[in-house]
């Protein structure tokens, strides 16, 4: 699953969808993901229950909302009467639950139990820092071997190399129809995707979060934009993992495509190289199969260099160094252009091949741009207040600040739209979602959105009855 899809949410539903079985249920996955504190990761869960649940979740959720359902969990029972809680015991680092396996079996195998075992970032299970050793072949595959129990893994990287996917797979698959793990790993063997296909069928999920649309804050035509690396990214990119490149024998440098063909050679074997730059180059290539997916959003080196040096910033010029921002910007600007050019993708929706294209102006749209990490939204606002045309900066930003009544701050209660000041007439407005609760609630309504029960607010308009703000980050 891809970043922003919902694995935790997942977690949460999994945990619901065992409650009502005879299954003990543990959470494994790495320490900074269990919080180094199983009760975080429980109360999380029961928080994404109240939130995504559906049969649980409503609003506004209270203290006493969270402290029912966590004493629901805490007094699960089984069929035949005896206790089966769920609580933040249940959640374990990977080495806190082989020491459990290890020294406690008959608590945690006696008796017959059956047993879900739940592996967040189960790609870590590879990872000997973070697991202890033989944890793959001898803890999880106590559970992978016997029939009775369940095991479920969520990642978004599976693995390294085709090795690790499919080990990740004869875990979940258990002892279900296996086959020779050596020859379903031959890729010269005639028909060996379609068998693979076949293999993972009904065992593995892909979802991409990024064209997940529901929780967009406007029902309006959203659509996702791909992008991918323009190749003077590339190269500052690819240059900074200059010691780990080195470290395998190849050379760092520049536009140099050998570089990076070499590193890729040398990783896909151990043998002769030390273990530590191994594991170093490992996460490198974890980092670039990051950058070169096609959300990319990641730091250049270059493009800072360009935003913070420059009085002013041309759309070519971006294009140079981040082809995503440079994306993201033209959409915005030329909204009616962007549109005819994706007008024949599989996935828009239909009311988008129908619109008047040629009269959609910058002014007449609203954007709503997603970013899974806080840094990338901070890059892209100092991109967007950069870039200028004719009659100046072509984007300004206001803040929680600017929206809010001066004469009553404390009740958050909007100001007139009339009161806010552009640069000039045509000059697009944009924000940043950011803040504890109401403020996020001020800057919705300013911008426009529909809320869960369906009330709607129409956000702040320009004297021509366009909207006001055309982006929200």
């Known amino acids: 699953w891809t970043p922003g899809s919902g694995k935790s949410v997942m977690v949460a539903l999994l945990l619901e969808l065992l409650f009502s079985t005879d299954f003990d249920v543990y959470v494994i996955s790495t320490p900074q993901n269990i919080n180094d504190n199983g009760s975080v990761g429980f109360k999380k869960c029961i928080s994404n229950l109240l939130k995504f649940s559906p049969t649980r979740a409503h609003s506004p959720v209270t203290d006493d909302d969270e402290r029912d359902l966590r004493s629901s969990f805490r007094s699960r029972k089984r069929k035949d009467g005896e206790c089966n809680r769920i609580n933040g015991t249940n959640f374990l680092s990977f080495r806190k639950f082989a020491n459990l396996c290890d020294r406690q079996p008959d608590k945690v195998f006696g ?18 820092k973070k697991c202890p050793p033989h944890f793959l072949t001898a803890t999880l595959s106590a559970f992978s071997n016997n029939p009775s129990h369940k095991i479920f893994a969520l990642s978004g990287t599976p693995g390294k190399d085709t090795r690790e996917m499919l080990l990740q797979l004869e875990l979940v698959r258990g002892v279900a129809g296996r086959q020779d793990p050596e020859a379903m790993l031959d890729q010269r063997a005639g028909g060996w995707a379609e068998r693979l296909r076949d293999y993972s069928q009904g065992f593995v999920s892909y979802v991409d979060g990024c064209r997940d649309l529901r929780n967009f804050p406007e029902d309006l035509g959203c659509y996702p934009v791909d992008c991918v690396m323009s190749r ?7 240059d900074r993992q200059g010691d780990s490149i080195r470290a395998l024998g190849g050379e760092s440098g520049g536009d140099s495509e050998t570089a990076i063909a070499e590193f890729f050679a040398k990783l896909g074997r151990s043998d002769g190289v030390d273990a530590a730059a191994y594991r170093r180059a490992v996460n490198v290539a974890r980092t670039l199969q990051t950058a070169t997916s096609a959300f ?20 070519d010029e971006v294009k140079e160094l981040s082809a995503k921002f440079e994306k993201v910007a033209y959409n915005l600007l030329h ?14 929706p239909e009311k988008l091949k129908v619109m008047d294209l040629t009269d959609l102006t910058p002014l007449d749209t609203r954007h709503f741009v997603y ?31 600017d929206l809010v009544d001066p004469d009553r701050p404390d009740e958050y209660a909007l100001r007139n739209a009339g009161d806010l000041k552009l640069d000039f007439e045509g000059q697009m407005a944009f924000l940043m979602l950011e803040g504890n609760a109401k403020e996020k609630e001020v800057l919705l309504k300013a911008f426009g959105y529909v809320t869960a029960d369906s009330t709607r607010h129409e956000g702040f308009k320009r004297r021509d009855g366009k909207p006001f703000f055309q982006v929200l980050l």
């Open 296 to 315: 990319w959003g990641g730091p250049s080196s270059g493009l800072c260099a360009l935003l913070h040096n420059e009085e002013s910033v041309t759309l």
């Open 371 to 401: 970013s899974a990490n806080r840094a990338g939204c901070l890059r892209l606002i100092t991109c967007l207040r950069s870039l200028t045309t004719e009659s100046g900066r072509a984007f300004k930003q206001f803040t929680v600040l």
């Open 335 to 348: 909204p009616a252009k962007a549109l005819q050019h994706l007008r024949t993708r599989e996935y828009l």
């Open 111 to 128: 008796g017959g139990k059956k047993i879900a075992l739940i592996i967040d970032e189960s790609h870590e299970i590879f990872n000997d």
């Open 232 to 238: 003077k990214e590339w190269a500052i990119f690819s």
